[in-house]
T-cell receptor
Framework: GENVEQHPSTLSVQEGDSAVIKCTYS??????FPWYKQELGKRPQLIID?????GEKKDQRIAVTLNKTAKHFSLHITETQPEDSAVYFC????????????FGAGTRLFVKA | NAGVTQTPKFRVLKTGQSMTLLCAQD?????MYWYRQDPGMGLRLIHY???????AKGEVPDGYNVSRLKKQNFLLGLESAAPSQTSVYFC??????????FGPGTRLTVT
C-alpha cells in the first residue's frame, strides 16, 4: 500500500525566513497531494493541494511543488510569521477505491519572533 | 451548515468496555473516513466508506468496527477497548477527489 514519509519532524525558523517541508510517496498511482495545518487541539485544515497533472501551485505565501518522477512533493512557506507555527501534514491520495488518503507523520514548525 | 460533527468530544473507558463514536455530516458527501491520531504518527486511516451501506478497512482496522446505515452518519465502534486505543479520533468526509473536511475530534482514554 501507499507510504508517505515526511521530513523534517521539527523545524524552527526565524520570523521572515522561509520554511520547506519535504515528502515522498511510494505508490505511483497517487494523484492528489493535499497539505494540512493543525494547530494545537484543533482539527486539520487544508492549506493547499496539488494534483498530479500540475508541477507547482502557489497561494500567496504558500507554494507546493510536485516531482512525479521522483515521487517527491514539497511545501514552501515564505516570509514566515508566528501564526504559521503549527504541525503540518502532507498526504497522498489515489482517485478511485474510496480516495483513501495516507498522511505523513507531520512536521512541527516553530516560527520565532 | 454544521459541516462534520462528532460525539462525544471526550470519553474515558475502562479496559474491556465498549463504545460507539458518532460522526455526522450535512454536506451530502459520499465518502466518509475514520482516523486516529497519535503523537508523532500523523493520522492513520482506520476504516472508510464510499457510500451508504458500504465500509472498507484502512491501515489500522483491528479492534474497530464501523457502520454506514445512513449517508450522513458514520459510526465507529470499539467492542472491547484496550489501552492501545487511547488516541484522538477524527472523522472526515469528502466528495470525490476534493478536499476532506474534518470533524473536531474525540479524545478517548482507555485505562
Amino acid at each position: 500500500g501507499e507510504n508517505v514519509e515526511q521530513h523534517p519532524s521539527t523545524l524552527s525558523v526565524q520570523e521572515g525566513d522561509s520554511a520547506v517541508i519535504k515528502c515522498t510517496y511510494s505508490d505511483s498511482a497517487s494523484n492528489y497531494f493535499p497539505w494540512y495545518k493543525q494547530e494545537l487541539g484543533k482539527r486539520p485544515q487544508l492549506i493547499i493541494d496539488i494534483r498530479s497533472n500540475v508541477g507547482e501551485k502557489k497561494d500567496q505565501r504558500i507554494a507546493v511543488t510536485l516531482n512525479k518522477t521522483a515521487k517527491h512533493f514539497s511545501l514552501h512557506i515564505t516570509e514566515t510569521q508566528p501564526e504559521d507555527s503549527a504541525v503540518y501534514f502532507c498526504a497522498a491520495s489515489i482517485a478511485g477505491g474510496g480516495f483513501k488518503t495516507i498522511f505523513g507523520a507531520g512536521t512541527r514548525l516553530f516560527v520565532k519572533a | 451548515n454544521a459541516g462534520v460533527t462528532q460525539t462525544p468530544k471526550f470519553r474515558v473507558l475502562k479496559t474491556g468496555q465498549s463504545m460507539t463514536l458518532l460522526c455526522a455530516q450535512d454536506m451530502n458527501h459520499e465518502y466518509m473516513y475514520w482516523y486516529r491520531q497519535d503523537p508523532g504518527m500523523g493520522l492513520r486511516l482506520i476504516h472508510y466508506s464510499v457510500g451508504e451501506g458500504t465500509t472498507a478497512k484502512g491501515e489500522v482496522p483491528d479492534g474497530y468496527n464501523v457502520s454506514r446505515l445512513k449517508k450522513q452518519n458514520f459510526l465507529l465502534g470499539l467492542e472491547s477497548a484496550a489501552p492501545s486505543q487511547t488516541s484522538v479520533y477524527f472523522c472526515a468526509s469528502r466528495t470525490g477527489g476534493q478536499e476532506q473536511y474534518f470533524g473536531p475530534g474525540t479524545r478517548l482514554t482507555v485505562t
